[in-house]
């Protein structure tokens, strides 16, 4: 059991059991979907500046602009080492605590870069949004980012943790059945390399609802979609400095496929989830 903030509300005590990022399922998606985006992004460039302009013009909340340079100043405390990890969790919760999700769909034009969404399988499309230019992003030394990743009913992002990366995942449309976990130890075996994993949230989100996740708190995580058309708005800041050093390598997108299903239990409550290839991983959990 552990207490656990999602979005809007506190929620305290939920039962356990249990990754876009932000994230390599989140990058191989995207990689996946790029051409698809491109191909619909190049189409309505012209409308889209047209909208943006309308949109400002018709006036963009005032405080989502105070949202908006909340998320870049955050982001550059958290990569400058200024605040600890478990800190950028608690502030990004509390800063998408009580926004208004109509105003931050319009604010990051949410459903013209959504509307060509079509969902052939089921692993996530992305598409980023961008902040105005009146946000100050000047000097966040790492690479971040600000994606939605949406799916169908019945999609996932599938089972993984992260090497030296933070992410939160404020869900924006739809439903996910979200399940996440402290990473507790790396395993090295002749037979096969497994991760020790402690379930710390196994619940369902709704829009407002969010998890995030970093080296020190909630580093796995799995999101299996329950309703057609469901988002998740995510922003993410990768290439931490080593605040800690793990045995399992991660790839290029400080991704590691895990089976957090495996029967197997170490007897103290923890699950042996063995490493997996994305392939493994997508042909089981988002087959
Ligand atoms: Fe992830």
Not at 6 to 34: D, F, W
Not at 109 to 123: G, H, Q, S
Request: glycine share 8%.
């Amino acid at each position: 059991m552990t207490n656990v903030t999602v979005g809007r509300q506190v929620t305290g005590a939920i039962a356990t059991h249990l990754p876009p990022c932000e994230s390599a399922t989140y990058k191989v998606v995207a990689m996946l979907n790029r051409r698809q985006f491109f191909g619909a992004f190049a189409a309505s460039a012209a409308l889209y500046s047209v909208c943006r302009a309308e949109a400002v013009v018709g006036g963009v909340p005032r405080n989502l602009d105070t949202w908006g340079q909340g998320l870049a100043d955050l982001n550059r405390d958290l990569a400058a080492g200024r605040i600890p990890l478990t800190e950028w969790q608690n502030r990004m919760m509390a800063l998408d605590s009580g926004i208004d999700l109509g105003d931050l769909r319009r604010y990051l034009d949410f459903d013209r870069l959504t509307a060509a969404m079509t969902f052939p399988d089921k692993l996530a499309q992305t598409a980023d949004p961008k902040l105005p230019r009146t946000i100050n992003i000047n000097g966040i030394e790492r690479h971040w980012f600000i994606r939605f990743f949406g799916m169908r009913r019945g999609g996932a992002v599938i089972p993984h943790v992260h090497n030296n990366m933070v992410s939160a995942h404020l869900v924006i449309e739809g439903q996910f059945h979200a399940r996440t976990f402290d990473r507790e130890a790396d395993m090295q075996d002749p037979v096969g390399d497994f991760v020790l994993l402690r379930p710390t949230l196994d619940a369902q989100l709704a829009p407002g609802q969010m998890i995030t996740m970093s080296d020190d708190r909630d580093n796995g995580h799995w999101l299996v979609a329950e309703a057609d058309r469901s988002f998740t708005f995510d922003v993410g800041v990768v290439a931490l400095s080593k605040t800690r050093s793990y045995t399992l390598p991660a790839n290029k997108y400080s991704m590691i496929f895990v089976d957090p299903t495996a029967d197997a239990q170490d007897g103290y409550g923890l699950i042996r989830a063995p490493v997996v290839s994305f392939e493994d991983c997508a042909a089981k959990f988002a087959a």
